[in-house]
């Protein structure tokens, strides 16, 4: 693409004189990535600001910088023009869409938000999608994938310039529906503001993220801007948060359709029958009813089934199909994923790393245990410290006996992580092990004929932080070594 093309899309003259219209090769908000012919972004960033690394990008390459200024001028002595933006953060979105050809303007774009149930949900939509005879793309925490294709995840929601790129891919491979997991970060920092979303699709909000959110009211306008934004055809919205009735009003132009179970809503839940193989509920859509046996367990995932049957109710997909889907679907990865261990004893690996995801995975357990339930938990270094007292307190409440440990502590002392974690807790139904796959040994150890161990914090991830070192750790590997060094 042409730069006068391109730098367009911002709104700005490009500087016919300074400099020729050059073919861009590529964008980048990163120095080390810039090649000849690229566009460099300067971004202020949270620990680094990228107008610092202006010369580095132009040495590299760059022939045009988009920076904060305030007026259009040249750097250096190449005479590399720098194009004046107010917001380099809008202005990488906007450069990144027309780069690829605005590709969310050619596929179905769903957007997943909420502070849980946001993976397990885009994992549902897509084998919705696939049984109703269309192909998904997915775009979230545990990874990038369509077709043949699988990307590790670096963030729940990419950047830009990877996400408007991995759409356009999604598009050449003549993809029906992109289903992407979108953070409050993502939002904040106006990394989906290029894409136009078909529909979204909000879980909850309970504490999270407050370290960089500062207080929960900022976490929710965050989550609710992909409301407020919302172009696309229709909104999904859990009917029993508390945030609701705020969010409902929110959306301006699309339908609003409402799940849950408690209370009135389009698409509720009833006749409830929980078990630890499977749960059996009626989902109920007006006058319609549909018996469903499912194999996800617990009282949070009859919410995840119904905002993925709104969402699918509502963009209209076979009924059948729909029903034969859910009923099929077996686990996601380390969202309450069964490890076998043929021991008489049930575990567990789950994500929940937050006060309310911990609270209801628990209570989950509960309900179809009269057994002893043990978790084995820790927090992330350089996180949300205010939830560590809270989660502590929650485990040991709802749970027989806990386990601290490590999670990733990243360059926090994992004592101090431990302390905070311990201040929240009355109770002495707990023990302090700090390496990890030796708290898990132990709770095997501790485990009798029908107990439920909890392993939460980490699911699907296969690595640790600890200081700057990232080291393979797998809790479901972990159990399975423990077990056979019994």
């Given at each position: 693409m042409k730069a006068k093309k391109l730098i367009e899309s911002l709104g700005n003259r490009y500087p016919d004189c300074i400099i020729d219209d050059f073919e861009v090769r590529g964008i980048t908000c990163n120095s080390k990535q810039v090649f000849d012919n690229f566009v460099f972004v300067a971004i202020e960033g949270t620990h680094i600001d990228g107008h610092g690394f202006i010369d580095e990008a132009i040495s590299k390459g760059a022939k045009a910088v988009i920076a904060h200024s305030s007026q259009l001028t040249t750097h250096g002595k190449k005479k590399v023009p720098v194009i004046a933006v107010e917001d380099t953060r809008k202005a990488i979105t906007n450069l990144a869409a027309r780069f690829y050809g605005n590709p969310s303007s050619k596929i179905k774009v769903v957007a997943v938000t909420g502070t849980n149930g946001k993976t397990t949900i885009t994992y549902l939509i897509e084998a919705l999608i696939k049984e109703a005879g269309f192909v998904p793309a997915v775009i979230g925490t545990v990874n990038y994938r369509f077709k043949d294709k699988i990307i590790p995840s670096r963030n729940t929601t990419p950047g830009p310039i990877e996400l408007q790129s991995l759409l356009a891919d999604a598009v050449n491979e003549n993809i029906d529906y992109a289903v992407m997991e979108v953070s409050s970060h993502a939002l904040c920092q106006d990394r989906t503001d290029g894409i136009g979303f078909h529909s979204a699709i909000f879980t909850n909000l309970t504490q999270d993220h407050l370290d960089y959110h500062n207080t929960l009211e900022d976490y929710f306008q965050a989550k609710a801007k992909l409301f407020k934004d919302?172009?696309?055809?229709?909104?999904?919205?859990?009917?029993?948060?508390?945030?609701?009735?705020?969010?409902?009003?929110?959306?301006?132009?699309?339908?609003?359709i409402t799940y849950g179970i408690d209370n009135e809503a389009d698409i509720m839940a009833i006749g409830i029958k929980l078990g630890i193989l499977h749960t059996e509920f009626t989902l109920k859509a007006g006058n319609k009813e549909i018996k469903l046996k499912t194999r996800l367990i617990g009282r949070?995932?009859?919410?995840?089934?119904?905002?993925?049957?709104?969402?699918?109710?509502?963009?209209?997909?076979?009924?059948?199909?729909?029903?034969?889907?859910?009923?099929?679907?077996?686990?996601?990865?380390?969202?309450?994923?069964?490890?076998?261990?043929?021991?008489?004893f049930s575990v567990f690996v789950d994500y929940a790393h937050t006060e309310d995801a911990l609270m209801n995975v628990i209570s989950a357990l509960r309900q179809i245990s009269d057994k002893r339930i043990i978790v084995v938990f820790g927090c992330g270094g350089e996180r949300d410290k205010t939830k560590r007292p809270k989660m502590g307190r929650v485990?040991?409440?709802?749970?027989?006996?806990?386990?601290?440990?490590?999670?990733?502590?990243?360059?926090?002392?994992?004592?101090?992580?431990?302390?905070?974690?311990?201040?929240?807790?009355?109770?002495?139904?707990?023990?302090?092990?700090?390496?990890?796959?030796?708290?898990?040994?132990?709770?095997?150890?501790?485990?009798?004929?029908?107990?439920?161990?909890?392993?939460?914090?980490?699911?699907?991830?296969?690595?640790?932080?600890?200081?700057?070192?990232?080291?393979?750790?797998?809790?479901?590997?972990?159990?399975?070594?423990c077990l056979m060094s019994r």
């Open positions: 919302l172009r696309g055809y229709f909104a999904v919205i859990n009917n029993d948060d508390e945030y609701s009735r705020r969010l409902k009003a929110m959306v301006k132009g699309p339908a609003v949070h995932n009859i919410y995840n089934i119904l905002a993925s049957f709104a969402w699918a109710y509502k963009e209209g997909l076979d009924d059948m199909a729909v029903r034969l889907a859910l009923e099929k679907f077996n686990f996601v990865p380390g969202r309450l994923e069964r490890v076998d261990t043929a021991k008489g485990v040991s409440e709802l749970a027989d006996y806990a386990i601290i440990t490590n999670d990733n502590p990243r360059s926090e002392d994992p004592q101090d992580i431990i302390k905070d974690i311990r201040s929240g807790i009355k109770k002495d139904n707990y023990c302090v092990i700090p390496e990890r796959k030796e708290a898990i040994k132990r709770s095997l150890s501790e485990a009798k004929a029908g107990d439920i161990i909890l392993i939460a914090g980490k699911g699907h991830e296969d690595y640790q932080i600890l200081g700057n070192k990232k080291i393979h750790f797998d809790d479901r590997e972990a159990v399975k070594e």
